[in-house]
Nanobody, 122 residues
Framework: QVQLVESGGGLVQAGGSLRLSCAAS????????VGWFRQAPGKEREFVAA????????YYESSVKGRFSLSRDNAKNTVYLQMNSLKPEDTAVYYC???????????????WGQGTQVTVSS
């Protein structure tokens, strides 16, 4: 069992920055990767980025590449999503999830956090 708790969401103006955290407890290292997904109102959940616990390899969805960056602190069992140059279209609930592979498919992730709201005003 793995428990995930996201934090760091909020309201920010376009062009601003936020850093989301995903704190894991239980046995997070039994799972290879942590992914971030987001879901805007009326839209399907979409992949944002993923990182591996072991060597910190990362994978980004094209619309966030160059603006978002992932890092992890294995000692704290925490993954961070730094979001810069935010746009109104980044507005969504952001979820972290842990899974056995670094995939952009939500089905590959077994445990999910409760989500944190990010709102970007224009």
């Amino acid at each position: 069992q793995v428990q995930l708790v996201e934090s760091g969401g909020g309201l920010v103006q376009a062009g601003g920055s936020l850093r989301l955290s995903c704190a894991a407890s239980g046995r997070p290292f039994n799972y290879h990767a942590v992914g971030w997904f987001r879901q805007a109102p009326g839209k399907e959940r979409e992949f944002v980025a993923a990182i591996t616990w072991s060597d910190g390899s990362t994978y980004y969805e094209s619309s966030v590449k160059g603006r978002f960056s992932l890092s992890r602190d294995n000692a704290k069992n925490t993954v961070y999503l730094q979001m810069n140059s935010l746009k109104p279209e980044d507005t969504a609930v952001y979820y972290c999830a842990t899974g056995r592979s670094m995939s952009h498919y939500a089905a590959f992730y077994d445990y999910w956090g409760q989500g944190t709201q990010v709102t970007v005003s224009s």
